[in-house]
């Protein structure tokens, strides 16, 4: 027993818990239908991890047998197919690292220029896309920073690979996380588990003390001396009844399931009914029947009787389930918030910036409800990285008031047509509310280091044009 009450309970909770079962399209529905037979953090998981699986584009297994359809039938049914929709919401909806943010430390030239270097030396937009992604199709992440040869490195845990013992007088605060994983039978440095079996991994962090175990039992055990549980929680909404917030993608993976069932009795319907048959009446028993370009066909049919080649069509309903098809899509992304402007290739003719920026506001609301959440977020990982830093580089140090962290989002991108755009850009340039070198970086930035650099370039092209040219 440690002095640390929420570290023994979370290395107790540990231990008593199991592997993870399959996931399969039953369980996944048992979830669904009624929670109440699991434990609340099993069903938040099994949902997490189908909501996953559904968005990396592995939704075959999902799929379900029709009514009375037998198992195997299903399974050999051709036309089944699947439409990554749960992918498309949630990308299309991750917005708000799609330009990188400005970010910047102040009061303290220690902390700013390391965490410069931090930055530089990690792909921080790519993280922070991930993150966003991730926290909106799941509901919580969390991001821990970790010190390995010399630098900084931060990884990514899904909400399904987290539990927690909360802080009774404040719910969304941890006391103790434990990141569990499953490492598969086989590989090397499982410590439990025999032959063929799975070996149950976690980790436990508080404020204090971190314990490694192993199948339930503790591998390691020590203080970390970071003086704070070293993980920043990521999520999609502020929760209010407990530390994890609900994801979106549980309701779009069930809703994109939906849609795949539909789509794959279409695509069986297309196989099966969807084009004609020809149909060879009477023809001579004592011939093969070898139908197509340079046969013949012989029929010996007695006076009267019908005889010939005719083509029966099954009349299926293809423009009705087609139709269905569409209804369905157009539901789940109406049910998300997506306008249709944000996916469809297709532009209404005549169709001006106003009425194209006012289909995107449900798209510019939700960026402003994120945009507090993830500058929160952001602060509040800046603290971990130094934190990790000061325990792991001696000479460092810092203090909470010794600096100033600050993150701007730039704008999104004005909506409308090209000519909307460009009279902006005039408007901007004409009342100096951008320089051109602005600009330039903004349309090109993989061709610019930096800034100053665009600056530099933009200068030295007006003094290479104003010169004569050489005779």
């Known amino acids: 027993m440690s002095e640390d009450p929420a570290f023994d309970a979370a290395i107790e909770m540990t231990a008593a818990m199991p592997v993870p ?39 075959m297994r999902f799929l379900s047998p029709g009514a009375g359809e037998p198992l195997e039938e299903f399974r050999r049914r051709p036309g089944k197919a699947f439409l990554n929709l749960t992918r498309l919401v949630i990308d299309v909806l991750s917005l708000l690292y799609k330009a990188p943010p400005e970010r910047t430390a102040t009061g303290s030239r220690t902390v700013a220029s390391r965490l410069v270097r931090v930055w530089s030396e990690n792909s921080m937009d790519l993280l922070f896309l991930a993150v ?3 926290t909106r199709l799941l509901g919580t992440v969390a991001v821990r920073p970790f010190y390995e040869g010399g630098r900084v490195r931060y990884w990514l845990y899904p909400s399904h690979r987290l539990r927690v013992i909360e802080d009774d007088s ?24 025999g032959r063929g079996q799975a070996a149950r991994r976690a980790h436990v962090w508080t404020a204090q003390r971190f ?41 779009v993976a069930h809703q994109n399931c939906a849609v795949n069932e539909k789509l794959s009795d279409l695509g069986y319907t297309v196989k099966m ?14 011939q093969s029947l070898a139908v197509g370009p340079g046969n013949t066909l012989v029929f010996q049919v007695a006076a009267g009787d019908p005889y010939g080649i005719e083509y029966k069509s099954p009349n299926a309903p293809l423009e009705a389930l087609i139709a269905d098809l569409r209804f369905s899509i157009e539901e789940l992304l109406r049910s998300q918030r997506v306008p249709e402007s944000a996916i469809s290739v297709n532009t209404v003719a005549g169709a001006s910036g106003v009425a194209i920026a006012a289909a995107q506001s449900p798209v510019i609301e939700d960026r402003a409800e994120r945009v507090q959440l993830f500058r929160e977020g952001e602060t509040d990982l800046v603290d971990a990285t130094l934190r990790v830093i ?10 909470d008031d010794s600096y100033r962290f600050r993150v701007n989002f730039p704008e999104p991108e004005a909506s409308g047509s090209a000519r909307d755009r460009i009279e902006r850009d005039e408007f901007l340039l004409r009342h100096r509310l951008i320089a051109p070198w602005e600009l330039m970086f903004r349309d090109n930035p993989d061709g610019f280091r930096d800034l100053p650099e665009a600056r530099l370039l933009y200068f030295r092209r007006l003094r290479d044009l104003a010169e004569p040219p050489v005779a």
């Not at 039992?217 to 549980?229: F, I, L, M, P, S």
Request: aromatic share 10%; net charge neutral.
């Open 21 to 59: 079962g399959p996931l399969d399209a039953a369980r996944v529905r048992a979830v669904r239908d009624d929670p109440a037979l699991f434990d609340p953090d099993e069903a938040r998981e099994i949902e997490c991890r189908f909501a996953l699986e559904m968005y990396r584009g592995r939704q």
């Open 273 to 286: 009914q969807g084009f004609g048959v020809m149909q060879v009446v009477n023809p001579d028993p004592r």
């Open 170 to 193: 404040a719910p969304w605060k941890p006391r103790a996380v434990v990141i569990s994983w499953t490492k598969p039978a086989g590989r090397s440095g499982a410590a439990g588990g």
């Open 390 to 399: 000061r325990a792991h580089e001696p000479g460092f140090e810092f203090h």
């Open 211 to 251: 314990a490694d175990l192993t199948d339930g039992v503790v591998t390691d055990n020590r203080a970390h001396g970071y003086g704070r549980v070293p993980l920043t929680v990521f999520r999609d909404r502020w929760s209010y009844e407990g530390f994890f917030s609900e994801g979106r993608g549980a309701a």
């Open 132 to 134: 966003d992604r991730l």
